[in-house]
């Protein structure tokens, strides 16, 4: 498999750098600080979710994010007119359109590509002519990978926190047959020359099926990593992950 010979990449998601930050209201910590941090441990990407309440990253975190770290940007954001313009002013590699309510505590479920076709490929034309990487943000459902690739985006990444929560309720039956689905639609992406990333809920447990995923070449990654550097810090939390991602990887490369 060729995508077994390319080394795995680690988007680092920094959002509850932010998170923390806005606890008190003032300018520490700095998510720009925490991409230099990741950065130097060796991430390949840095991902930041702008969302429409800015509960998080703020308008000033993309801006300084993308003009302070020469790492590729991955701009999450809902498929919004007011994102799609600060998207365009931005400039970011990459957008990663993803469903968005205010309610939720994070993302919950994937896009509805296949429910919104028409609007979306509209909606991603300019950010593809900008010159973005443009992903949507899905489960494994293949008619939502089909309808991915039909409007033309680039990239799928595939939702995992159904099976990162099955995990940590220790429901393997279920984890597994969310892994298994997961593999499918890796797979049907591929075949349909999406590129395929993954992410949402991994942790230092969880990692390892999905960084062996030969079709995946991404993985993003954010809270567990912050949350993790309280107790170990943010660098060496960003190589562990790192390690078990490679070594996951190694076994598919010699398998
Ligand atoms: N990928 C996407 C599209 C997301 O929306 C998120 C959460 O912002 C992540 C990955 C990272 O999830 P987590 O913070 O649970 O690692």
């Known amino acids: 498999m060729d995508q ?26 700095d998510p720009l600080r925490a991409a230099l941090l990741a950065q130097a441990a060796g991430a390949d990407g840095i991902t930041a979710h702008l969302r429409e309440d800015r509960r998080h990253i703020r308008d000033a975190d993309m801006a300084a994010l993308r003009e302070g770290c020469s790492l590729p940007l991955n701009f999450e954001m809902a498929a919004t007119a007011e994102m799609q313009a600060l998207a365009l002013a931005t400039r970011p590699h990459a957008v990663c359109l993803v469903p968005e309510k205010r309610e939720e505590r994070t993302t919950e479920g994937g896009l509805d590509v296949a429910g919104d076709a028409a609007r979306l490929a509209d909606y991603i034309a300019p950010l593809r002519e900008a010159g973005a990487r443009v992903s949507m943000f899905i ?49 049907l992406a591929h075949s349909l020359g999406l590129e395929v990333h993954a992410g949402h809920g991994l942790s230092f447990d969880t990692v390892a099926p999905i960084a062996a995923l030969p079709e995946v070449v991404e993985l993003n990654i954010g809270h567990f990593l912050i949350a993790e550097s309280i107790f170990i810090g943010l660098e060496p939390a960003i190589r562990e992950m790192r390690a078990r991602m490679d070594a996951a990887r190694a076994g598919i490369v010699s398998a």
Do not use: K, M
Request: hydrophobic share 40%; with cysteine; proline share 3%.
């Open 139 to 187: 489960g494994h459902d293949p008619r939502q990978i089909e309808a991915s690739a039909r409007i033309g985006a680039a990239v799928v990444e595939l939702h995992t926190g159904g099976y990162c929560d099955f995990h940590a309720e220790g429901r393997f039956a279920e984890r597994d047959a969310e892994l298994a689905a997961l593999a499918e639609g890796a797979r």
């Open 4 to 29: 077994a010979q390319h080394r795995l990449r680690l988007g680092v998601n920094i959002d509850h750098v932010a998170t923390v930050r806005n606890a008190r209201g003032g300018a520490y910590p």
